[in-house]
């Protein structure tokens, strides 16, 4: 199940994709934002209760570093003892090998209802061997995640000529597919 948006990238499409697939009534939902970074945009987002995990120390949260956890996200900390909502990494996966990955893909399946990823397309900028946690160090594609549906955006870094993608999974995946491809055919311009 896949969905193509042939846009540029913006905070605004971002939002608007992200907003789609996460539904309605985040004002009652929890939320877990794994590999947050600064959460540039996730800061945002209008969720009952907001948590921010990332295994830097070197980052600033403005108005939220009372919600931030450093911990590495595949390790234990009681963060992940607790169940949310919604889980999301953006821009995050890419920076585990491979196989971390795919931990962390579980992880999000135990700790939430709803994980959502969003990840470049391929393996933009990846630097296997290196050891700095700000490289990437995997790269990844829609089929890479068994059980998720897929918003493509081939497009979305023009600069660099290349695309990203979000994928997510919940309970019921078919009608959860069709409600976020109706809510983007209609947000979205064509």
């Known amino acids: 199940m896949e969905i193509t948006i042939n846009e540029h990238g913006c905070g605004e499409l971002y939002v608007k994709i992200f907003n789609a697939i996460a539904g309605s009534d985040l004002e009652s939902k929890t939320f877990i934002d794994l590999c947050c970074a600064e959460a540039t945009i996730s800061r945002h987002f209008q969720f009952k209760e907001k948590t921010y995990v990332d295994v830097l120390d070197e980052w600033n949260i403005p108005g939220q570093m009372d919600r931030y956890v450093q911990a590495d996200v595949l390790g234990q900390h009681a963060v992940f003892d607790k169940h949310y909502d919604v889980a999301l990494c953006s821009d995050g996966i890419e920076h585990l090998i491979k196989s971390d990955g795919l931990r962390l893909i579980e992880r999000m399946k135990t700790i ?41 955006c081939p497009i979305y870094h023009p600069t660099f000529n290349h695309g990203a993608f979000f994928v997510w999974r919940c309970p019921d995946m078919e009608m959860d597919f069709e409600r976020v491809k109706a809510t983007l055919a209609s947000s979205i311009a064509k």
């Open 112 to 152: 939430s209802d709803r994980q959502i990823l969003f990840t470049p397309l391929g393996d933009l900028w990846t630097t296997k061997d290196n050891d700095d946690p700000k490289s990437h160090k995997s790269g990844w594609f829609p089929a890479d995640f068994k059980g998720f549906a897929a918003v493509v």
